[in-house]
């Protein structure tokens, strides 16, 4: 049973539900009160993020590869582009769009990237979705301003795809949120019934066991209040990326896994170039 709630983020507040259903509700009311593109896709006809064993897969992985554009209407200081989290097999970029409030608030464009899920997907072919998203945005989303600021942001297993992908061209900075680096324990939990993690996977998509990215800000954010686990990811990642030269940040919040967002956004230009 301990490791059942190795990595149940419930156990850390006292209703998750409530606090689900309200980020819906009030990402409803963001798409409600301000501009935004909507389910923008970001695959071309020569993009295959699945398979030719698995054609029956290719709807939904194509229905996933979108993205959100909420636009700032004044004059902009950059663009956030976020990854939502769910352990890679739960939630929609829509439950997040709240975030749009400080983000625009603080003069920056917000752009939320969907991406594939597991069982249906592979966490490789999640990851190369993600990575297909910022090849797309890098080459054709003209109404992104790369003179100005692009920062990746990443919240839970968002935190892992943005960490994978920090090398990115596209990319000026990096925060990761209450993330998650070594997938090793994440194989052995109950997280894995879902992801089926291959060997080479464990290997080769564990942040923790790559080189570290270079020539990038990387800022590592985590809640005092998260599973122990978290924190600790969080705190063995920065220091990897510290002892290899990497510039990296660790800033701990006095939050858990869910306030973590409005504590980080509603202070945006506290941590912002």
Known sequence: MK???HYDNSATVADEGRILDDFKIRSKIAYERYPHIF???YLTKHDKINDKKALQRRSFLKDRATYDLFLNQKES???ILFIHGGYWQWCDKTDFAFIAQPILAAGYHLL????PLAPTATL???NRAITIALDYLYRYEKRIDQTQPT??????AGAHLAALNANHPLIDEVWLLSGLYQLESIAKSHLNRALQLSPKEIELLSPQSLPAPMGKEIKIIVGQNELPELIYQSLTYHQKLSTEGAESELILLPSDHYTILDDLFNQLDRFSP
């Open 3 to 5: 490791k059942r709630y």
């Open 39 to 41: 389910n923008c896709s």
């Open 77 to 79: 200081k950059g663009t």
């Open 112 to 115: 939320l990237i969907e991406y």
């Open 124 to 126: 490789t072919e999640i």
């Open 151 to 156: 920062l990746l942001i990443g919240h839970s």
